[in-house]
């Protein structure tokens, strides 16, 4: 079965998807990263869908889903690379992704993530989708 790989990093966990994704891998998805939150103690997640070209209305409810149960389990969620086609998409389907924030590369996502874990969110840093 294929399976989008997750790297932990300190008490963060980054995933890149660099594959299309379909409904299925987007479920399995689901259930890696959340029991990956569990078993690693990860306190925040960085989702990295820069290679993605599109996200219909089911991913994008998944990235949702992932972020609220991410919380749930006391972490943050970050997502980065968003292209401008992508963020247009989820806006014209209405889908603002609640619980999500959003930064433009891996970099400033990181950065986001750890600001989070340690209070130290700026006023004028990148914002919740």
């Keep these: 079965m294929e399976r989008i790989p997750i790297l932990k990093m300190g008490s963060l966990l980054l995933v890149t998807i660099q594959v299309d994704m379909h409904d299925q891998l987007a479920l399995t998805l689901q259930d890696d990263l959340t029991t990956r939150i569990v078993r690693d103690r990860a306190r925040g997640v960085l989702i990295d869908i820069s290679a993605l070209d599109i ?75």
């Design 55 to 129: 996200v219909d209305s089911f991913i994008g409810r998944m990235l949702g889903n992932i972020a609220g149960m991410a919380r749930i389990l006391d972490a943050e969620t970050v997502v980065v690379g968003m292209r401008p086609s992508v963020a247009i998409t989820l806006v014209e389907l209405g889908l603002s992704l609640p619980g999500i924030r959003t930064a433009l590369n891996v970099d400033l996502g990181m950065e986001l993530l750890r600001a989070e874990l340690t209070g130290d969110i700026a006023s004028n840093g990148p914002q919740e989708a």
